[in-house]
T-cell receptor
Framework: GAVVSQHPSWVICKSGTSVKIECRSL??????MFWYRQFPKQSLMLMAT?????????EQGVEKDKFLINHASLTLSTLTVTSAHPEDSSFYIC????????????????FGSGTRLTVV | SQQGEEDPQALSIQEGENATMNCSYK?????LQWYRQNSGRGLVHLIL?????REKHSGRLRVTLDTSKKSSSLLITASRAADTASYFC???????????FGKGTLLTVNP
């Protein structure tokens, strides 16, 4: 089945530094990937839609200069949390939609295993 | 804003019992999807039901969809301790495929 690899699975960084998280589709191409944030015992909140070869689309309230997204190829999207602060500590999850799933007849989306970010 | 709202928020049952989780949504949908998340892990797609379908089965899972009531239910039969997880419903946007999630149901299956 479809696999999305997300790295790192966890990271601890100092306040003020930047952290890059990778999301890679291993056996399919994904023009569109999504980045979510999840606080403990809460649901996933969509942060942005990552589009290969174009700018990401951010959800309302998400700072695009804070959360930089690069989708340089059909299999890789990266999320960089810049100048991280303790309030950025969270669980970040990416998902990808297989390009072969056209329209509404495709299957579900494939998710990475998530990245636990702790900013100290 | 969240598209779906699951209830109950938490459900605790004994192994072997059935678990039913409900999801209500606000806007019209093309399909509705159910996902499972083990603690601290990513999500796993369980089942997708299209707007023109009323019921779908996959192994021990049964999903129903009532578009007139904008609601769906997920039934897990003969539950196992390994079914312990959070379960989310989600639907993609009609024009942008963005998947938005409900708050989820935390299911605990006691051995």
């Amino acid at each position: 089945g479809a696999v999305v690899s997300q790295h790192p699975s966890w990271v601890i960084c100092k306040s003020g530094t930047s952290v890059k998280i990778e999301c890679r589709s291993l056996d399919f191409q994904a023009t569109t990937m999504f980045w979510y944030r999840q606080f403990p015992k809460q649901s996933l909140m969509l942060m942005a839609t990552s589009n290969e070869g174009s700018k990401a689309t951010y959800e309302q309230g998400v700072e695009k200069d804070k959360f930089l997204i690069n989708h340089a190829s059909l299999t890789l999207s990266t999320l960089t949390v810049t100048s991280a602060h303790p309030e950025d500590s969270s669980f970040y999850i990416c998902s990808a939609r297989d390009n072969r799933d056209r329209g509404w007849n495709g299957g579900g989306y494939t998710f990475g295993s998530g990245t636990r970010l702790t900013v100290v | 804003s969240q598209q779906g709202e699951e209830d109950p928020q938490a459900l605790s049952i004994q192994e072997g019992e059935n678990a039913t989780m409900n999801c209500s949504y606000k806007t019209s949908i093309n399909n509705l999807q159910w996902y499972r998340q083990n603690s601290g892990r990513g999500l796993v797609h369980l089942i997708l039901i299209r707007s023109n379908e009323r019921e779908k089965h996959s192994g021990r899972l049964r999903v129903t969809l009532d578009t007139s009531k904008k609601s769906s239910s997920l039934l897990i039969t003969a539950s196992r301790a390994a079914d312990t997880a959070s379960y989310f419903c989600a639907s993609p946007g009609r024009s942008n495929y963005k998947l938005t999630f409900g708050k989820g149901t935390l299911l605990t299956v006691n051995p």
